[in-house]
């Protein structure tokens, strides 16, 4: 079962940065937070992973509070290509399996 | 980034018939695969973890004999869904694990099945 909780849409102004936040309060110290998104009948793109350190790619930031049980994607400028379904997945980083939550459907809007 | 090919992209099929999906990992290795299934306007459901070589582990729920599953080299693992009937009609997604740099899923474009 997926082990995560996160807002069921949400909107962002296009340039503005789109804050994803997602709730995993039973994470266990050996487990990552991983973000994937999915632009309609395509398959889920990487985006990007932490498991206790904030993280920072070319796509985007991941913010992981002190106690681990909560997350914050962070796309510093939406684009309308970055309108998509937003997971966020808590797995060990081995063996990986990915149980899916429902995800945020994220809007960006001109 | 790692390319993970899948075919077919569309597959319509008749009631009964069998229908097989391939999955390729097209530049890394891949030991585990993964298979998904996702219904209109839900999200992804894992079915079953292909290991190469091995027997693949199935979810709760998920039938077997009715997901055939062969992971017969590293880069290809094949689904097979046999006797198909329409509550089959679905998106199939497959993904490959790539571990030789970091621990990362890389996910098929899918398969979109029907069954008529």
């Known amino acids: 079962d997926a082990k995560t909780t996160q807002p069921p849409s949400m909107d962002c102004a296009e340039g503005r940065a789109a804050n994803l936040p997602c709730n995993h309060s039973?994470?266990?110290?050996?487990?990552?937070v991983y973000w994937y998104r999915q632009i309609h009948s395509q398959g889920p793109q990487y985006i990007i992973h932490?498991?206790?350190n904030n993280e920072t790619n070319e796509m985007a930031s991941l913010i992981i509070t002190e106690d681990r049980k909560s997350s914050t994607l962070i796309l510093p400028h939406a684009t309308l290509r970055d309108t998509a379904v937003y997971y966020c997945?808590?797995?060990?980083?081995?063996?990986?399996?990915?149980?899916f939550g429902t995800g945020t459907s994220l809007t960006v809007i001109p | 980034g790692a390319v993970v090919s899948q075919h077919p992209s569309r597959v319509i099929c008749k009631s009964g018939t069998s229908v097989k999906i391939e999955c390729r990992s097209l530049?890394?290795?891949?030991?585990?695969m993964f298979w998904y299934r996702q219904f209109p306007k839900q999200s992804l459901m894992l079915m079953a973890t292909?290991?190469?070589?091995?027997?693949?582990?199935?979810e709760q729920g998920v039938e077997k004999d009715k997901f055939l599953i062969n992971h017969a080299s590293l880069t290809l693992s094949t689904l097979t869904v046999t006797s198909a009937h329409p509550e089959d009609s679905s998106f199939y997604i497959c993904?490959?694990?790539?571990?030789?740099?970091?621990?990362?899923?890389?996910f098929g474009p899918g398969t979109r099945l029907t069954v008529t």
């Open positions: 039973t994470i266990s110290g050996n487990e990552y």
């Open positions: 530049d890394f290795q891949a030991t585990t």
């Open positions: 932490g498991l206790k």
């Open positions: 993904s490959a694990l790539r571990t030789d740099i970091l621990y990362e899923q890389y």
């Open positions: 292909s290991n190469e070589g091995s027997k693949a582990t199935y």
């Open positions: 997945i808590v797995t060990m980083n081995t063996g990986n399996q990915f149980y």
